[in-house]
């Protein structure tokens, strides 16, 4: 924007002379547009996708928490918060019964 921004200012310039800024204004909107797409793009694209999974972690264990504050049972409470784990990562209720006895016996 700064190169456009000198550019006008020199608007009496001979061609040669503006031809010159012109190009460097160009080439100065072009990579801040590059840049902008190819690197801060997917950059935030994935620290949102990061901090929407580090957000749903901590959702699963005030889930539980409040279940236990409740009153429930802490395996009640276990399985309320098994229930908000996303399909693709959730333990089977056996495979979380295993898990629970195997830490209860240590």
């Known amino acids: 924007m700064l190169g456009v ?7 009496t310039e001979p061609p040669e002379v503006l031809g010159g800024m012109i ?5 100065g909107t072009f990579l801040g547009v590059f ?3 190819t ?4 950059f935030a694209v994935r620290l949102n996708q990061v901090m929407g999974e580090e957000h749903q972690f901590y959702m ?3 889930d539980v928490l409040v279940a236990h504050l409740n009153g429930n049972a802490p395996q009640v409470s276990v399985e309320i918060g098994r229930g908000n784990v996303p ?3 959730q333990p089977s209720f056996f495979e979380l019964e295993e898990a629970l006895n195997s830490t209860s016996d240590s």
């Not at 921004?5 to 608007?11: A, D, E, G």
């Not at 190009?23 to 080439?27: E, Y």
């Not at 690197?39 to 997917?42: E, K, Q």
């Open 35 to 37: 840049l902008a797409y």
């Open 87 to 89: 399909s693709m990562v």
């Open 60 to 62: 699963i264990i005030r």
């Open 39 to 42: 690197v801060v793009g997917p």
């Open 23 to 27: 190009g460097s204004a160009l080439v």
């Open 5 to 11: 921004i000198n550019t006008m200012q020199s608007v």
